[in-house]
């Protein structure tokens, strides 16, 4: 699930910031900040800001700044908006009893592992509910030294 994260700056130094759902299309987001820049421009600024582009007196002041992927708007305070991947890297399984480190997703593939390496320690049946719980103890360190 993706995250947009809205940050208001003040001389270039953060002040504060908020996680918003990453469904939100540019167009809302950018309506968002808009309205949180308007906060601090007068009414008059409002209004001339919110005329049509070759209207006489239009000012700059809820445009969009730059061209990039973030949006940016206001001056001083202004407002950054970043849309943030939040997909997390799946952690790699190991199994716990010789470190093979399963690829792809979690812990495919353990049966087929574990029945050809392990099952001589511990039948296969016995070891998940302890693998997946993450309670597995391997069986050489339970031996006496
Ligand atoms: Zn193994």
Same mark, same amino acid.
């Given at each position: 699930?993706?995250?947009?994260?809205?940050?208001?700056?003040?001389?270039?130094?953060?002040?504060?910031?908020?996680?918003?759902?990453?469904? =939100?299309?540019?167009?809302?987001?950018?309506?968002?900040?808009?309205?949180?820049?308007?906060? &601090? =421009?007068?009414?008059?600024?409002?209004?001339?800001?919110?005329?049509?582009?070759?209207?006489? %007196?239009?000012?700059? =002041?809820?445009?969009?700044?730059?061209? !990039?992927?973030?949006?940016?708007?206001?001056?001083?305070?202004? &407002?950054?908006?970043?849309?943030?991947? !939040?997909?997390? =890297?799946?952690?790699?399984?190991? #199994?716990?009893? #010789?470190?093979?480190?399963?690829? !792809?997703? !979690?812990?495919? %593939?353990?049966?087929?592992?574990?029945?050809?390496?392990?099952?001589?320690?511990?039948? &296969?049946?016995?070891?998940?509910?302890?693998?997946?719980?993450?309670?597995?103890?391997?069986?050489?360190? #339970?031996?006496?030294?």
């Amino acid at each position: 699930m993706n995250t947009w994260r809205i940050q208001k700056f003040e001389s270039f130094a953060e002040q504060d910031h908020w996680d918003l759902p990453g469904n =939100l299309s540019p167009q809302e987001v950018t309506e968002i900040l808009r309205r949180l820049a308007a906060r &601090y =421009l007068t009414e008059e600024e409002v209004i001339s800001s919110s005329l049509r582009a070759n209207h006489k %007196g239009k000012t700059d =002041l809820l445009e969009r700044v730059g061209s !990039g992927p973030d949006i940016h708007i206001g001056d001083n305070p202004f &407002y950054l908006a970043q849309l943030i991947s !939040g997909q997390e =890297l799946v952690e790699a399984k190991t #199994c716990p009893e #010789c470190g093979h480190v399963f690829k !792809g997703n !979690g812990w495919d %593939g353990i049966d087929a592992h574990w029945r050809a390496k392990h099952e001589d320690i511990m039948s &296969y049946e016995q070891a998940w509910p302890l693998l997946q719980a993450g309670t597995y103890v391997k069986a050489a360190s #339970c031996e006496p030294v």
